[in-house]
């Protein structure tokens, strides 16, 4: 059997990358230090015999005993709220977490692939960004721990690849959505639709004229398995081309929802990216991979599943205290 470490396994796309290992019939090794992650998304896989919990953090020296074939290194706060909340630590676990993964897919002799973001091309210039662009990132703005920490993890995975010859990996993820969100992480879709269901009106950052292109998470989990599989090893984008402003988007919830409540605007973040879509032209060229979930059926089945979940689960959905981790 084939074993695979997913560092931020009990986060939203680690945990569903877990599943997907599993179902694959890999022996996975889930490892997370649970900052912005929630043992839950993970719990049914604890009584499988090849599925194995770590509670640790890869910003410290990383151990897993016996061989180690695949790395996936997902581990990283992932929303604007929860990285300028805890800034050092986003760019340490892109920086060091990523130099310790790299050192032992190197010792293990393992293919690794490391979790970017369209976030590396910051506030682009140029429309749809395709993965030849450069970038327009501010380093020293509040986004910039979470930019150029990714960044760096790019360049410190590629360095690994050309100095080494390391089996590396890397795939730039655009905005995705699913089950297992946290409601208050402050991404853009389960803040309105936790918004919907409290019956609070939906709070749009700015005059709403910035876009975003969301992809729906079966469709993501599927990329990034076709790229792990590849033989491809510069950086490919995986995300969904339809692109939507924010104040559409948030018309869209309203309908979805049924909710009675009215759009609020609020200020907008400092460097909020104006635009962003994909170009996923690599990615169908080299991985035959397109998203298959439209926007509307994927929001309808996340939207769901918020509705599905108890008081209390939806109140653990809320809460988060970084000042006990
Ligand atoms: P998430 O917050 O749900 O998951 C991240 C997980 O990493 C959490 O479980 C957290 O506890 C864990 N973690 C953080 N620091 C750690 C450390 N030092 N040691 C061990 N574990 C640690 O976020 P997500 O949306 O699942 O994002 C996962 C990865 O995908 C991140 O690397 C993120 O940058 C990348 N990404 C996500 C999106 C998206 O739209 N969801 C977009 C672009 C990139
Ligand atoms: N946004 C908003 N209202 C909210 C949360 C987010 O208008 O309650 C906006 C945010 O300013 C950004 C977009 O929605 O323009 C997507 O935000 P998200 O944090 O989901 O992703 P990112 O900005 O990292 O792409």
Request: glycine fraction near 8%; charge should be negative.
């Amino acid at each position: 059997m084939k074993k695979i470490l997913i560092t931020g396994a009990a986060g939203f796309l680690g945990s569903h990358l877990c599943d997907r290992f599993i179902a694959e019939g890999f022996d996975v090794v889930g490892m997370d230090n649970l900052i912005t992650g929630d043992l839950n998304n993970i719990s049914h896989l604890f009584p499988l015999s090849n599925f194995e919990f770590h509670h640790h953090d890869v910003t410290k020296f990383v151990h897993v005993s016996g061989k180690l074939d695949y790395i996936l290194h997902f581990a990283s706060p992932a929303s604007p709220i929860d990285y300028l909340k805890i800034p050092i630590k986003t760019l340490k676990v892109g920086s060091l977490g990523t130099l310790n993964l790299l050192g032992l897919a190197k010792e293990k002799g393992a293919r690794i692939l490391v979790a970017s973001t369209s976030e590396v091309y910051g506030d682009p210039l140029v429309h749809p960004q395709n993965e030849e662009y450069f970038g327009n990132v501010n380093p020293i703005g509040p986004r910039g721990v979470y930019d150029e920490a990714k960044r760096f993890m790019e360049s410190i995975t590629m360095a690994y690849h050309r100095h080494h010859g390391l089996d590396t990996r890397i795939v730039r993820i655009f905005n995705t959505y699913g089950s297992r969100m946290r409601l208050n992480d402050g991404r853009v879709v389960p803040a309105f639709m936790g918004q919907a269901l409290r019956g609070e009106d939906l709070t749009v950052f700015g005059d709403g004229s910035q876009s975003r292109s969301f992809c729906y998470i079966d469709d993501q989990v599927e990329g990034i398995y076709r790229l792990l599989f590849s033989d491809y090893t510069d950086p490919v984008n995986i995300g969904n081309p339809h692109e939507t402003t924010i104040k559409e988007f948030a018309e869209e919830i309203i309908a979805l929802t049924g909710t009675k409540q009215k759009v609020i605007y609020k200020p907008l973040p400092q460097d909020d990216p104006t635009q962003r879509q994909p170009d996923i032209t690599k990615a169908k060229e080299i991985l035959g991979w397109e998203p298959k979930v439209h926007r509307a059926e994927g929001l309808k089945i996340v939207y769901d599943y918020f509705k599905s979940l108890s008081p209390e689960e939806l109140q653990k959905k809320e809460h988060r205290d970084f000042s006990t981790k």
